[in-house]
């Protein structure tokens, strides 16, 4: 019998106005999504953390043994694998939504396309005014540099910070 290994750390990058800081998170307790969602704290801490900017993502700048960044400056955030960017009442076997709209969202400095989870019916306004949660999963997403549309970032889940989003787009149905 194999066992599974629970990974305690998550590495993902933190998309700011103007740089990529990519560390790893602490998900033991909490996981990422309800970290930045918690509303008791205005920071995250990152460990092993390497910096570029977006302009140049593959140059490093500067690496640090740890980083604590302040969740309003953090305009969206890529992790690899889609349960990684959803929140815990999302995630285990739990029922929410089970329809997925394609959208797009402009926030600054960067294009962000992808597939909303939504239940039921919706119109796209309540996206942005309901729920206390700051950041909302896209999933399998794609950040594109409004300056360099070559710099693409990939990932099963982007968190967007709902503050920085200047316009969110519904993609027709097909």
Same mark, same amino acid.
Not at 3 to 28: N, P, Q, Y
């Given at each position: 019998?194999?066992?599974?290994?629970?990974?305690?750390? +998550?590495?993902?990058? #933190? #998309?700011?106005?103007?740089?990529? +800081?990519?560390?790893?998170?602490?998900?033991? =307790?909490?996981?990422?999504?309800? *970290?930045?969602?918690?509303?008791? &704290?205005?920071? !995250? *801490?990152?460990?092993?953390?390497?910096?570029?900017?977006?302009?140049? %993502?593959?140059? $490093?700048?500067?690496?640090?043994?740890?980083? !604590?960044?302040?969740? %309003?400056?953090? @305009?969206?955030?890529?992790?690899?694998?889609?349960?990684?960017?959803?929140?815990?009442?999302?995630? =285990?076997?739990? =029922? #929410?939504?089970?329809?997925?709209?394609? @959208?797009?969202? $402009?926030? %600054?400095?960067?294009?962000?396309?992808?597939?909303?989870? $939504? /239940?039921?019916?919706?119109? @796209? *306004? &309540?996206? +942005?005014?309901?729920? &206390?949660?700051?950041? !909302?999963? @896209?999933?399998?997403?794609?950040?594109? /540099?409004?300056?360099? %549309?070559? &710099?693409?970032?990939?990932?099963?889940?982007?968190? !967007?910070?709902?503050?920085?989003?200047?316009? +969110?787009?519904?993609?027709?149905?097909?």
């Amino acid at each position: 019998m194999q066992e599974r290994t629970i990974s305690t750390r +998550l590495v993902a990058d #933190f #998309f700011t106005h103007s740089h990529r +800081l990519s560390g790893s998170v602490d998900v033991r =307790y909490r996981n990422l999504a309800d *970290q930045l969602n918690n509303q008791s &704290t205005s920071f !995250i *801490q990152l460990d092993d953390v390497y910096v570029s900017s977006v302009a140049c %993502p593959a140059d $490093i700048t500067a690496s640090h043994a740890t980083s !604590i960044l302040r969740k %309003p400056s953090i @305009i969206a955030v890529v992790v690899t694998q889609q349960d990684s960017g959803l929140p815990r009442e999302h995630t =285990y076997g739990s =029922y #929410f939504g089970a329809h997925l709209r394609k @959208i797009s969202a $402009i926030v %600054p400095n960067f294009e962000i396309e992808g597939y909303l989870r $939504i /239940a039921g019916r919706w119109a @796209i *306004q &309540t996206v +942005l005014t309901s729920g &206390t949660d700051d950041f !909302i999963p @896209i999933l399998d997403g794609q950040m594109r /540099a409004a300056a360099h %549309p070559d &710099t693409v970032f990939a990932g099963g889940a982007i968190l !967007i910070n709902k503050s920085h989003i200047a316009a +969110l787009c519904e993609e027709k149905e097909e």
